[in-house]
């Protein structure tokens, strides 16, 4: 399974539109790791959110959209969810044989599309709900319920091929009956969110490095994680005040890669 992390930033991105801060006026300075767009893709054809950033990282990976058969939908927030840029999915923009791929997500994400551009009705959707698994583009794929958009089923993802893969953007920390249905599972890699940062905030739909560091303590002490699975992180905020070598200093030595944008990971 090849995981390209397409982007690693939060909602806010790094550097953050407007904001001034150390940590975006670092990535502005630098470049490189430093910044953060939003979104994944699983070998080459199954699109993990589809957000503001898709068309940007499209150019600059040099990435084959008609390649891309499905696409799951974490959440409706607007840094995975822009649903009119699918429009560019359908004639007059594409020609030739092209089927748009079919979106999968909950009932917010499917009921969004409805009118938010003219051919939207054509695009193939599929309902998907938390802790029941479904078969897509031969992967298995396990929706878990996430503690972050409480009014909507808010997903992560176990995706199973010959490997087993957790994708865990925008989780919070897990509540019991997630942690209850995770016993038994072991994950071969898995992409957990850091949005905080060293910076905790009250916030509970969003982990800081500490809370990361306990969930990832968790899933090896239950054995969803082993000493060979890797654990690389995603959705960085500029308002977790820290650079990208920063969080390597704060995650490296509990066995934690801190993703970056257009890191490939083969498991
Ligand atoms: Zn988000
Ligand atoms: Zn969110």
């Known amino acids: ?9 939060a909602a806010d991105g790094i550097p953050a539109f407007a904001a001034e801060s150390r940590v975006s006026n670092f ?5 490189g790791k430093d910044i953060r767009t939003r979104a994944a893709v699983i070998d080459d054809q199954l699109r993990l959110d589809f957000g503001p950033d898709t068309f940007a990282q499209v150019q600059k990976l040099n990435l084959h959209v008609r390649d891309w ?18 429009q560019y999915l359908f004639p007059p923009f594409v020609n030739g044989e092209f089927k748009p791929p079919t979106v999968y997500g909950n009932a917010n994400i499917l009921d969004g599309f409805e009118g938010s551009f003219g ?42 091929s010959d490997k087993t893969f957790l994708y865990a953007t925008d ?33 509970w739909g969003h982990l800081s490095c500490d809370e990361l560091i306990g ?3 968790r899933l090896r002490t239950m054995g969803c994680l082993s000493e060979r699975s890797r654990v690389v992180t995603t959705h960085h905020s500029a ?24 890191m490939l990971m083969e498991i």
């Not at 990535?27 to 470049?31: I, K, P, S, T, V």
């Not at 058969?69 to 699918?86: G, M, N, Q, V, W």
């Not at 209850?180 to 071969?188: A, C, I, R, S, T």
């Open 119 to 160: 051919q939207a009705s054509h695009l193939p959707r599929t309902l998907i709900k938390s802790f029941e698994s479904s078969k897509i583009l031969g992967y298995t794929v396990t929706p878990i319920l996430a503690y972050h958009k409480l009014d909507e089923d808010s997903m992560n993802f176990i995706i199973q």
């Open 69 to 86: 058969k499905a696409i799951l939908f974490t959440h409706s927030h607007d840094d995975h969810y822009a649903p009119k840029e699918l």
């Open 171 to 203: 989780t919070g920390v897990y509540q019991d009956a997630t942690w209850e249905f995770l016993q038994g599972w072991k994950f071969d890699a898995a992409v957990i969110e850091c949005t905080d940062g060293v910076r905790p905030t009250e916030y």
């Open 1 to 9: 399974m090849r995981i390209l992390l397409t982007g690693t930033g």
């Open 27 to 31: 990535a502005r300075e630098h470049g």
């Open 239 to 262: 308002a977790g005040m820290a650079t990208h070598a920063e969080l390597e200093a704060c995650l490296n030595p509990h066995g934690i890669e801190v993703g970056f944008d257009g």
């Open 215 to 217: 969930m990832v303590g």
